[in-house]
């Protein structure tokens, strides 16, 4: 993988989706968030609250943005996972920050109350919730040039090589070391926005 990404066609809008338990407070989001509205450009982000049903959060995205392929979505963790089934249902770009790869079974284990990261509100995770991942997590791959894996191989949730695996022959950045929320994600926010087509967002 070079070292800089080519700056892609100019997108409409960047829709940002969190993980498990996650909201649009994450430091990922809020990172990107910072630099559209730097660069006047706020209306082009968005990143909404993702309810817990798969199904559900996929149909929000649809009636709050009604997409089109001049979208682009950036997905983290499960959100990567929906990334990839929008971007597959609207023929946009995206790009996958850790991934979550096949998760229905990990979270499984999930099935009852959660507690969610940033507020530490009460959520409830269910079995139909897991059943909703299962008709999704296998969605195809029809065009490896639209997409962009950020896979770090400390992420200590999801094995960085089934990662690589199952996005083979994308577009990747491997990271060295690092861990699941990608804390070092500043360092590679411009090969991130330049993918994505937001060149006039790219930090200086």
Known sequence: MPDQLACNAAADRLIYLHGFRSSPASFKASLMRSCFTEAAMA????????????????ALIDALYKPTARDVFVGSSLGGLYAHWLAERYGSRCVLLNPA?????KLATYIGPVKAYHDDKDLQWTENDVQELISIESVAITDPDRYLLVAATGDELIDWR????RYANTQQIIVEGSDHALSCF??????????AGFHEALPT
């Open 43 to 58: 209306d082009r982000f968005c990143c909404p609250q993702l309810p817990m049903s798969p199904k559900a959060s996929l």
């Open 101 to 105: 790869i096949y998760p229905a079974r």
């Open 162 to 165: 089934d990662m690589t695996a």
């Open 186 to 195: 500043a360092q590679y926010l411009h090969q991130v926005l330049a993918f």
